[in-house]
């Protein structure tokens, strides 16, 4: 004989009429401002916890930066006699190790990239009008071609003669807005 599964009993109210939605609106928002609170109180013991944990590591962080630095200055005025002609760039201690390790070299932009832009076009101008090539600086310069979505939904049924492109809806989500406390008080 099979037996027979039960639906899930539900795990919720579920209101009847207008007054009761309305009523659970209420504890809705009752619920979602103690969730904040309790958020809230967290992020304040956090910070604190944070806040104590630095200062007590405070001392320790001086004087590891301190050992560090003395560190490095015995290491860097004694560099041959550590590494000697071995081409290595590590000396090994009994208790670890020092190393010297080149950084890649990175470019950092200071100001807008349109004004950065401006200039470079500028100076392979500059260039172009003393008789050079100008594409040293043609080169720091890339076209980037990239798909405009936006344009793809203001012509979505063009868009959708393409091979991989799918336009789908928004969709639509329920949402809850409780009014604030000060609110349903006034209310009652």
């Known amino acids: 004989m099979a037996k027979r599964s ?3 009993a539900a795990d919720m109210r579920i209101p009847q009429n207008r007054d009761e939605v309305a009523e659970m609106i209420a504890k809705y928002g009752e619920k979602l401002r103690e969730i904040e609170l309790i958020e809230t109180g967290m992020n304040e013991s956090l910070a604190k916890v944070k806040t104590d944990a630095e200062q007590e ?4 962080v001086d004087a590891a930066e301190k050992i560090f630095r003395g560190l490095q200055i015995y290491c860097e005025a004694n560099r041959q006699a550590l590494l000697g002609d071995t081409g290595l760039k590590t000396a090994k201690f009994p208790t670890g190790n020092v190393s010297w390790r080149w950084k890649p070299a990175k470019v950092t932009l200071k100001g807008e990239h349109d004004a ?3 200039r470079i076009l500028e100076k392979q101008a500059d260039a172009l009008a003393r008789g050079e090539t100008g594409e040293n600086y043609a080169n720091f ?3 980037k071609r990239e798909i ?8 979505p049924d ?8 799918r336009i789908g809806s928004g969709g639509e989500t329920f949402e809850i807005e409780p009014f604030g406390a000060q609110l ?3 209310a009652e």
Do not use: C, F, Q, Y
């Open 57 to 60: 590591a405070a001392p320790h």
């Open 148 to 155: 405009d979505k936006d344009s793809m939904l203001k012509n």
């Open 141 to 143: 310069l890339r076209l």
């Open 116 to 118: 950065i832009i401006a």
């Open 184 to 186: 349903s008080e006034a």
């Open 6 to 8: 039960k639906a899930a």
């Open 158 to 165: 063009l868009a959708r003669t393409i091979d991989g492109v």
